[in-house]
Structure formats: C-alpha cells, structure tokens
C-alpha cells in the first residue's frame, strides 16, 4: 500500500525522532487522515528491524481494526493479549493489547520488562491515565508511539507530561486543502438552549444533567433540522441513551428515517449497516460513534452533546469529515447551536480549525452574530483572523506610541508577529518541558543578532519558533526584523510580508533622498510589490 505524502512524512519523523534518542513521541492526524495505516506501516517497519511491537488501546473495536488493517497493509498477523487471550507462546511479532487487561499486576508480571521493543498507543490522548502509565512503567526501554486524532490544548499539556516530542503534526485545514477531508461548512442554529444549571464532573458537563437540560428542546430542534438536514446523511451526537431514543422517535414524527444505536443494542451492527447502506438517513447515538466507527458517506453532524473537551468535539465531527465523491458528497455540514451557560469554554466548530483561542472566540462571535447562515469554516476562521490582526493592530499603535521616545535598534517580539501576521507565533503555547524552560543564553544572543529583542520571550519553545521562523524568511527572501524596524517606524504598514529587495530599494530611496521619504509615496498605501 502506498502512503500519501503526508504519511509518508508522519512514519520518517517517529523513526527521526527515535533515531535521536527520544523514546517516546507523538503523532497526530485529523480523524479520517489514515492514523491506522501510519502505525500499520511503522509496525511493519519495526518488525523488519526485529522488533517485537504492542498496539495498546482501550476498546475491543480498536483492537480489531488495528489487527484488521495491518493484516491488509502489510500482510502481517498479529496475537492478542485480551481477556483469555494471550500472546505469549505466539510466534506472531505484532500484539494488539487491552490496556484493561494488560494493567493489571498480574498479568503485567508474566512479561519480562524487555518483552516489547515499542509500544504504539491508539487514542494517546486517553493516556495519561493510570492504568495506560502502570504498562508503560513495565517496559521502561519500550520505544513508544503516542497516536490521537487532534487533542485539545489542555491535553497537549497532559501529554507533554507523557511524551518527550512531537514527532508529526498534519493540520485539519491543511488536509482539506490538500483534498483528503471533506470541506466543513457550520451553521449555528438561533436556538437558545439553557445549560446554566448543568454540573461539570471530570472537565466535563454531566451528561445526566445535560439529557435533562435538553429534553425540553428535542422538539424544536427536529423543526430546525427539518430545515437543513433533509436531504443529507446525518449522525446525531446525545448525552444518554434515553435521550438518544427519545430523539429518534421525535425524528421519525418529523418525516426522517431515523435509527439508533448504543452499547446494549443487539442488532447494532445490522443498524449500522443499513444506515450505511441508505435505509435510514439520520442514526442517533449516546457517544458511542466517537471512535472505532468509519462511514464516509456521512454529511452531517449533529452535536447535541455539548463538550468542553476539543479531542471529544473532534472525534464527534470526525465521523463526517471523509471523503465520498461517489455519494455526491462535496462537504460536511456542521449544525452548531446557541448553547447558553455561565462557562465560556464550550467547543464550536471553531475549537475544529482556530490554533488561537482569541481567533477562535473571535469566530465563534462571528458566527453568533450570522446565526442561520451557512459558512464555510476556513473563511470564516480567515476573517475572525482579520479582525484579530486588526484589533492586535490598534492595541499595538497604543502601545507602539507610548514606547516612541525609547529608540531601539532591535525589533520587540509583538511587532514582528503583527508584521509578519504570524497567528502561530501569538498564539503559541509552550507544550513539553523543553520549551517550557526560559530561553537558552545563545538563542538569545542569536535572536539579538538578527534584530529582535529577546527580554520579552519568557520561554525556549517561542525563541525555537521564532529563530526558526527568522531562517525560513531568510530562506525565502523575506524582510529582515532590522528592515521592518525602520520602515515601520515611518509609517510603511506590514514591512514582515515584504520581500527583501522591496524594502532594500526602498531604503535606497529614503537614503539618497536624505533619510526623508519621497514626495510620491504615501506610506500608510504603499503595498510594497
């Protein structure tokens, strides 16, 4: 099987960052992006090394897809340490391991500690739990492969604490303009739910409370998706079963043909199966799609599990974003509602592509304010870009003005961010130790000799990012910190997207015309192009 580029660049960055010394280390891939078929790859890589190799997850399904596609990849068969099943005695190189099983002490104890050469995890975000760390700690020499879909910041914090790096990162957007995942298009429905009396337990809303807090709702929430989903393929996203049920009967009063499906249902794989094959076109479920199940041909989501977690958001969203040309499918349709609580931290089809969260509470207000219009996310993430570039621009003046009568030769950190419209750079969060710690003497010494003022960055991960970011422009003929730091203070606006024979020449000019600019240029319109 040939591996997409992206994959290929995913499995030669873990064997990188092996190669290195860093013995644990992370992927993460969009849901839909192939994550199985990386580590199905690098499994096979591993045991052509002589490796003998551990898939670890936490459900039986990810087990057996696990197993199912590295038998259809690579040919290889895999043993399974699971229940009453066991491993040991098998001639078979590959593993695939109940994290329940596995943890328990005395089953941990039959394996010698140097019994596994790697360990890949499926789902890492769940691991930072105990009984994921117990196994872990059992093979302390283990090489290890953290896999998730796209976690939430706090569980890249989490994570950091389990993980030496991140070995490879592909973006949601950057798969969708590459066209290996469907466009996303969200509509925020003017539906005003109350969730102000809901509780929060683990991180989370009680999903007890939330069933309660939407029953009253289920009604006109039909009505809404009688509007937008009729002729789509949808999945609906609930907190408990009985909700789930609940909804399903109101759908089917409403016209739709609609199923569900939870972890006590006998004939789910029947359910699913028609549903797959156009029986019914609405399937509702109490979370138990999230993971482990594939139908590309979905082209809506439904989220009525409110979620303050961005990895469950994601996962919930995932179930839609594949491609499917031979449906007719040319995008997802996102039906987002106006969820009314005191807390702020709910996820929106922002939380899915906004790196920033000032970006992506910027978007999410601007969907609000559109509410019934349907907008396609990359746009609207663009312009909530905008105007956070913007609204950077005015608090930058202010603060640019009151820093006027101190001339400085090097260029403040912030300015060269807002210049060069770096959202990366503003809204970077330090993730692992290393770049938690402050930056080393030599990046500041470097930073300094090419042109920027390093007191203000407080950590080595932004320092890295930005000498990095410095290289790439030199590399592309871009402006230099210095260039930006004298045009910008006469007025020229975005000297960092320039090019850096534009600004030379200019500088030319401003020089041999005594340091003054031109009569026929205006600097506030000048593009320089």
Wanted: aromatic letters at 6%.
């Amino acid at each position: 099987m040939q591996l997409r580029p992206y994959q290929q660049e995913a499995k030669d960055s873990i064997f990188c960052e092996w190669a290195k010394g860093i013995r644990k280390t992370l992927l993460v891939l969009p849901t839909g992006c192939g994550k199985t078929i990386v580590f199905a790859k690098v499994t096979e890589q591993c045991v052509q090394n002589g490796d003998r190799v551990l898939i670890l997850a936490h459900r039986g399904e990810l087990l057996q897809q696990a197993a199912d596609k590295i038998a259809k990849s690579t040919g290889l068969n895999c043993a399974t340490e699971k229940a009453e099943e066991s491993c040991l005695g098998s001639w078979f190189r590959i593993t695939v391991g109940s994290v329940q099983s596995l943890m328990r002490e005395s089953r941990l104890n039959r394996f010698p500690t140097d019994y596994f050469d790697t360990i890949i995890i499926d789902e890492a975000h769940h691991c930072i739990s105990d009984s994921y760390k117990r196994v872990l700690q059992h093979f302390p020499e283990s090489k290890v492969l953290g896999v998730t879909a796209t976690p939430d910041r706090g569980d890249m914090k989490n994570l950091g604490s389990v993980f030496e790096s991140l070995a490879y990162e592909y973006t949601l957007p950057k798969a969708i303009k590459e066209g290996y995942l469907s466009p996303i298009k969200a509509i925020t429905i003017p539906l005003k739910v109350d969730l102000t009396g809901v509780g929060v337990q683990s991180g989370d809303f009680k999903a007890g409370d939330l069933g309660t807090a939407l029953d009253p709702y289920l009604d006109s929430i039909a009505e809404e998706m009688e509007k937008y989903c009729k002729d789509k393929k949808t999945v609906v996203f609930l907190p408990l079963v009985k909700t789930s049920q609940k909804f399903r009967d109101i759908l089917n009063n409403h016209g739709f043909r609609a199923a569900e499906v939870n972890g006590d249902s006998q004939d789910r794989a029947e359910i699913l199966e028609d549903y797959a094959a156009g029986k019914y076109d609405v399937l509702c479920n109490s979370m138990l799609l999230t993971e482990g199940w594939d139908c590309p041909s979905v082209d809506c989501i439904v989220v009525l599990r409110p979620t303050k977690v961005r990895s469950l958001y994601c996962q919930m969203v995932g179930r839609g974003t594949r491609l499917s040309p031979d449906t007719g499918k040319d995008h997802l349709l996102l039906l987002d509602f106006l969820w009314h609580t005191e807390r702020h931290e709910l996820c929106h089809p922002a939380s899915l592509i906004c790196e920033s969260e000032e970006v992506a509470k910027k978007m999410t207000e601007n969907m609000e304010k559109d509410a019934g219009l349907i907008m396609d996310i990359e746009e609207a993430e663009k312009t909530a870009a905008e105007d956070v570039v913007a609204q950077r621009e005015e608090a930058l003046a202010k603060q640019l003005a009151e820093m006027k009568r101190r001339k400085r030769k090097l260029v403040d950190p912030l300015q060269f961010e807002m210049s060069i419209q770096a959202e990366d750079l503003a809204g970077y969060v330090p993730a692992f130790g290393w770049e938690m710690a402050p930056p080393s003497d030599g990046q500041k010494k470097t930073l300094e000799k090419l042109g920027i003022l390093p007191d203000t960055i407080d950590n080595a991960g932004k320092a890295s990012k930005i000498l990095d970011r410095l290289n790439k422009r030199r590399e592309e003929g871009l402006t230099t910190p210095k260039q930006i730091r004298f045009l910008e203070s006469r007025g020229f606006q975005h000297v960092g997207t320039w090019q850096f024979d534009t600004a030379k020449n200019l500088i030319d000019r401003i020089a041999g015309n005594g340091w003054k600019i031109p009569r026929e240029i205006n600097p506030a319109e000048y593009k320089g192009v």
